[in-house]
């Protein structure tokens, strides 16, 4: 996959199947890009193949929360930005930005992630090298702002809940 | 795509491709299941392809919260039930949840979905007639009592966010 210099920037071309009848790229393939993404940060701090492999150690995500503001169309190269908002010993909570080829923001994401273990299928504490990992990381974007989009609730005002 | 006789009950097959290295359904094809279930609700208030070709009119997700509470291996059938929660003249605010064959709640997810016409790409009043059809919607679900994955905020407590 591939990855920019940038620690926490990835960057995929969007493909002709993931393209629905609207002549946009359907929303389950955003969560996709989002999720290679986030693949690409988790290599970073050391949850790769090779520990799933040897230890079984792995993600899995619980929950998350998209807003999707631009279209992005067929062919469209698009950047993800990924930034960590918060961590305990076995959860990570991350926020990612997607961005169209114009810089328009094309979506965000919201994860909340979870340690398992793949033998056991079990939640439990990442191994100490990549908690280690995590708190360096948390540490470089502990001083941003947080996001907007973060905790939206999704609603309609009751006012105009009527036709 | 197979709908059951219910209104708001569709099913579909977990496919290979759908599966990731952590041996079931990735998290971007639950949304894409989620999304073939609301097309299928939505052809049933008369939202389908011959509307959009005739009239332009279609519906884009604006944003999105998913729960992810059980996994969902290849070749498991799945069985996802719609509800609208709210609506107004340009927006449906929906929750689906899915099923897997042995019972158990697979996943959940809330859309807000808003009305737009592909010609323009600007959001506007759904047609009359399908707006008939969603009210008439609506009075079906009126009396059911919320779910409690309606409006959830993703965090991690502050007091376990150390390691």
Redesign the interface.
Known sequence: MPIDENLTDFSETVRPEWV????HM????Y??IF?HATDAFLEQIGMD?NL?DTTGS?V?????????TN?VMEGERVRVTSRLI????K?L?MFLEMFREDGLLAATI???ILH?N?KT?KVGPFPDDI?HN??NHADQDADKPLPSQL??????P?S????
């Open positions: 629905d009848y609207n002549g359907n929303v389950a393939f969560v996709l999720d193949q799933r792995s899995f995500v619980a929950e998350s929360h998209i807003t999707y279209e918060a961590h305990d010993q959860r909570h919201e994860l909340m398992v793949l299928r908690l995590v708190s905790g939206h609730v999704i609603s309609i009751s105009s809940n009527k036709t």
